[in-house]
């Protein structure tokens, strides 16, 4: 064979195994999808029970098609304190078992046709499966617009795409086959150490074991590759696997880096008992099958049984893994892990391995803004005793500043974070939240300005010892109870996606701006009759701005929130809200009616 010959194969090689990984890749994108993240979101409730967090993190695992990709959104979960270790465990030891689900679905191309074979089978076989499939799932992608559909077809598409990949490799590695020197390599890889190496080697710069597998199940179709070879290699595979975990706990919390020294541990003890036993058994009785030569079936069945043996003898040891783990990541005096005091505003939620799983993702950056809302509505409330002089605190007010900080900066990391997102591959109703939490992060952040504004209101008026009348406080204390159960509203409303009690925003922001009109004009005469200083007459209706400030934000949050339920990516506020005002909709006027009676009757 010539050089000539050995480049083209070589290039013949690498052009399927590009097209095997994007097939996989898109296989993978295709099912998170269709998912619609739910089974990720079922892993944030996982309890103690071990073996429900092993069956868990096979089904996520088999239905991204990825162990990297999920051990990587478990390292994520650990980091944003959503999974705890002991948990994550069992998820990471059950994602090497669905990771094998790929080598039994690649061996359908080690099927054989001949003359007696029904056209059923025939069709079974990946050169015929192939194009059928890809041109099925294509007419779905064109002619759907229902995302879930498609979703499938670039499901039915990657599949496709994967078994072509799979069939060129298997096409340019078979004249390879004559070459002693070929057949050499994989008698010197029948070494269990080279072997382990070569395996994790190969699946740490692929960062997927399933493609490493499946290149191996290529070659095995030369025919020159024997069990002896094949086993060491597989069980390598497990070990260069972790790697992704590895990279992406980098700069994460010791928990997270202790969950991916977990799957380290799990991988390199497993395979060196199972080398043991292996090579024990062989040393005592022998395999009959050791140096016959391995094919596709073969490869996946042994693949498979090694992880499920593996995960079966650590499962009453999990908790030993758990203390190898903080043996090896230590706490320190200085730098000790803070789970039991998180603040309520939780950074690490906003975690960019989870951009892996666009679903979670938006998940976690709802929970973020609505944290920034729960923020901005303590500080309303805790602001309104400001304003009572015997209830004044300068440490109130530093801790109610330093909230408004972090509203900011969540602020910050949440357009970044969502900014990220709109970078992957987001379905249309993905497309439609990942817009509408951008509108609600600017108007939850616009509320706390409008709360510290009023906190500083209250400074100004300490600080020049001006105290309001006893009417001023009570009309004050009535237009706030308003507003702060307007803040409530806007933000049970975002933690849920609740349209009914969206619906109920607009008629108590109705009554807010009927209050403040009213509660003006009051002002305006006490301040022409003399009842209050100017000082205290400015800032009252300085204060009566930004709280019907804050209640037009709320609103906005409503019209935002009903948008993306109704499937728009925003709803025209003016024109909604002229509609609700001007129309005849009974259960607005019962309403509007309600909060009338209960603020300013």
């Known amino acids: 064979m010539s050089g000539t010959d050995l480049i083209l194969i070589a290039i013949q090689a690498l052009g399927g195994i590009a097209l095997f990984i994007y097939g996989m890749t898109m296989l993978g994108r295709g099912l998170e999808k269709i998912s619609g993240g739910k089974m990720e979101k079922i892993l944030s409730g996982l309890t103690s029970n071990i073996f429900k967090s092993v069956f868990l993190g096979a089904v996520v695992t088999a239905a991204v098609q990825s ?120 008698e010197t890889l029948s070494n269990p150490i080279l072997g382990v190496i070569a395996g994790a080697v190969v699946t740490a710069l692929l960062q997927s074991s399933s493609a490493a597998v499946g290149i191996l199940q290529a070659i095995s179709q030369s025919g020159t590759l024997k069990a002896s070879s094949a086993f ?45 036993a292996v090579y024990s058994i062989k040393a005592a009785v022998g395999f009959p099958f050791w140096e016959k030569s391995i094919d596709m079936g073969g490869i996946a069945n042994f693949h498979t049984f090694f992880n499920i043996a593996v995960t079966i003898l650590f499962l009453p040891f999990t908790g030993l893994l758990e203390k190898l783990a903080c043996l090896t990541i230590r706490d320190t005096a200085e730098e000790a892990d803070d789970d039991s005091g998180s603040t309520e505003v939780s950074f690490s939620a906003l975690d960019d391995r989870f951009l892996k799983s666009p679903a979670l993702a938006i998940q976690q950056s709802q929970n973020a803004v609505v944290a920034m809302g729960n923020l901005a509505l303590k500080n309303f409330t805790k602001m309104r005793k400001l304003f009572n002089s015997e209830d004044f605190n300068e440490k109130t007010v530093e801790k109610l500043k330093d909230n408004e900080e972090s509203i900011d900066r969540l602020e910050d990391r949440l357009n970044v974070y969502l900014v990220k997102l709109t970078e992957c591959e987001l379905t249309d109703y993905e497309n439609r939240r990942v817009t509408e939490l ?48 307007i803040i409530g509203m ?103 009616e309600q909060y009338m009676a209960k603020y300013v009757l």
């Open 67 to 186: 162990s990297g990709a999920t051990t990587v959104i478990i390292v994520g979960m650990v980091n944003a304190g959503i999974l705890k270790l002991s948990s994550a465990i069992g998820v990471i030891m059950g994602a090497n078992i669905g990771t094998t689900i790929t080598g039994q679905i690649l061996r359908l191309a080690g099927l054989e046709n001949s003359a007696d074979t029904s056209i059923i089978l025939q069709l079974l076989n990946p050169r015929y499966l192939a194009p059928i499939i890809s041109v099925i799932g294509l007419v779905i992608f064109m002619l759907s617009k229902n995302d879930v559909k498609k979703s499938l077809g670039e499901t039915l598409v990657g599949l496709g795409i994967l078994f072509t990949g799979m069939l060129s490799m298997t096409d340019s590695v078979e004249p390879l086959s004559e070459l002693s020197a070929f057949r050499e390599l994989f």
């Open 438 to 485: 951008l509108h609600l992060t600017s108007e939850f952040e616009r509320i706390g300005d409008y709360a510290m504004n009023l906190i500083e209101n209250a400074e100004k008026l300490h600080d020049l010892d001006v105290v309001f009348s006893d009417g001023a406080l009570h009309e004050l204390g009535v237009i706030s109870d308003a507003v702060q159960e």
């Open 490 to 592: 806007a933000v049970e409303t975002v933690k849920n996606n609740d349209i009914a009690l969206a619906m109920r925003i607009e008629p108590l922001e109705e009554t807010v701006d009927f209050l403040n009109e009213t509660l003006k004009s009051r002002h305006i005469e006490r301040l022409k009759n003399g009842e209050c200083v100017v000082e205290s007459g400015v800032n009252f209706l300085d204060l009566l701005i930004n709280l019907e400030r804050i209640s037009d934000h709320c609103s906005n949050i409503a019209v935002y929130v009903m948008g993306a339920q109704k499937n728009k990516t925003v709803l025209n506020r003016h024109e909604y809200i002229q509609a609700r005002h001007e129309g005849s909709d009974e259960e607005y006027l019962n309403l509007t």
């Open 232 to 276: 060491p290699i597989i069980m390598g595979q497990n070990i260069g696997t972790c790697i992704t975990s590895i990279i992406s706990a980098a700069g994460a919390s010791k928990n997270a880096k202790r969950a991916a020294v977990v799957h380290l541990y799990f991988n390199v003890i497993g395979t060196v008992i199972f080398l043991i």
